[in-house]
């Protein structure tokens, strides 16, 4: 049994402001995506201007923000936006979703594609390989705040976390971490090294994320205002994978049956 580290969520502060590790991993997310949105500019087809990288990485931020924080309330915390509705403002209580900012995200990019006037997908495949890392990030930022826990467990890496009940639980937030994050990225990021056609490094990220996360929630637990959704043993998160691991596979057989031009 191994006993949470005693983590101040508080990285620093500055007189009154408090800089949270979460916060800092946004940073580093949005910053790891820059970076490598920059350096792929050069090593694919597209004509990527470093302008157009910057906005590029800020409509994927804002729409991850935004959405993220839309999908906590309509998938996860419905009942509590509806007994405070200015709940939905204060982002420092929590609440993030990563299938409302993968949403959020999606409609962001489709507005900017046609602002540049590039195909949606060009778009959606250049920065697929970018989103595991900023994934990874979030899991930590998770671990850090020490929530998201996992279910009871009597592994010998069962964690003693220091809010719920001090019962020994899964580090679920370190399953995800290296799931979506380490693993999904390789994948992602190595299939995308070649040429590939439109709609296939897309799909490969919903493909993986999907199944990656329903695997995961088995070891999660439930959100507590939610519990299981069917079955016993369905969460929130599982059901709505389902439409991500079904767009992967679309987007795949699309890709390698009408082999479009590729980005």
Same mark, same amino acid.
């Given at each position: 049994?191994?006993?949470?580290?005693?983590?101040?969520?508080?990285?620093?502060?500055?007189?009154?402001?408090?800089?949270?590790?979460?916060?800092?991993?946004?940073?580093?997310?949005?910053?790891?995506?820059?970076?490598?949105?920059?350096?792929?500019?050069?090593?694919?087809?597209?004509?990527?201007?470093?302008?157009? $990288?910057?906005?590029? &990485?800020?409509? !994927?931020?804002?729409?991850?923000?935004? #959405?993220?924080?839309? +999908?906590?309330? *309509?998938?996860?915390?419905?009942?509590?936006?509806?007994?405070?509705?200015?709940?939905?403002?204060?982002?420092?209580?929590?609440?993030?979703?990563?299938?409302?900012?993968?949403?959020?995200?999606?409609?962001?990019?489709?507005?900017?594609?046609?602002?540049?006037?590039?195909?949606?997908?060009?778009?959606?495949?250049? $920065?697929?390989?970018? &989103?595991?890392? !900023?994934?990874?990030?979030?899991?930590? #930022?998770?671990?850090? +705040?020490?929530? *998201?826990?996992?279910?009871?467990?009597?592994?010998?890496?069962?964690?003693?976390?220091?809010?719920?009940?001090?019962?020994?639980?899964?580090?679920?937030?370190?399953?995800?971490?290296?799931?979506?994050?380490?693993?999904?990225?390789?994948?992602?990021?190595?299939?995308?090294?070649?040429?590939?056609?439109?709609?296939?490094?897309?799909?490969?990220?919903?493909? !993986?994320?999907?199944?990656?996360?329903?695997?995961?929630?088995?070891?999660?637990?439930?959100?507590?205002?939610?519990?299981?959704?069917?079955?016993?043993?369905?969460?929130?998160?599982?059901?709505?994978?389902?439409?991500?691991?079904?767009?992967?596979?679309?987007?795949?057989?699309?890709?390698?049956?009408?082999?479009?031009?590729?980005?």
């Amino acid at each position: 049994m191994l006993t949470y580290p005693d983590i101040d969520p508080i990285a620093f502060s500055i007189g009154p402001l408090s800089v949270h590790w979460y916060g800092i991993m946004y940073i580093v997310a949005f910053g790891g995506a820059w970076l490598m949105a920059n350096y792929r500019a050069g090593k694919v087809p597209g004509n990527w201007t470093p302008e157009q $990288i910057s906005d590029l &990485v800020f409509y !994927g931020a804002l729409g991850a923000v935004v #959405g993220g924080r839309l +999908g906590s309330v *309509l998938f996860y915390n419905f009942d509590r936006f509806l007994e405070n509705p200015l709940w939905l403002f204060q982002v420092w209580d929590g609440g993030m979703s990563f299938h409302g900012g993968f949403i959020g995200v999606l409609i962001a990019f489709y507005w900017y594609s046609r602002k540049l006037r590039r195909p949606w997908f060009e778009i959606l495949d250049f $920065i697929a390989p970018f &989103v595991p890392f !900023g994934l990874g990030a979030g899991r930590l #930022g998770n671990f850090i +705040g020490a929530e *998201l826990w996992g279910r009871p467990t009597d592994v010998p890496w069962g964690m003693v976390f220091p809010y719920p009940d001090q019962q020994p639980r899964h580090p679920s937030q370190l399953y995800e971490f290296f799931l979506e994050g380490v693993v999904l990225f390789a994948i992602v990021w190595w299939f995308s090294s070649t040429p590939r056609p439109r709609y296939a490094v897309s799909g490969v990220f919903c493909l !993986g994320y999907g199944c990656f996360r329903f695997f995961v929630e088995f070891f999660r637990e439930p959100d507590a205002d939610l519990g299981f959704i069917a079955f016993d043993w369905l969460t929130m998160g599982q059901l709505l994978c389902v439409p991500m691991i079904v767009a992967g596979i679309v987007l795949l057989t699309l890709a390698y049956r009408t082999r479009p031009t590729t980005d």
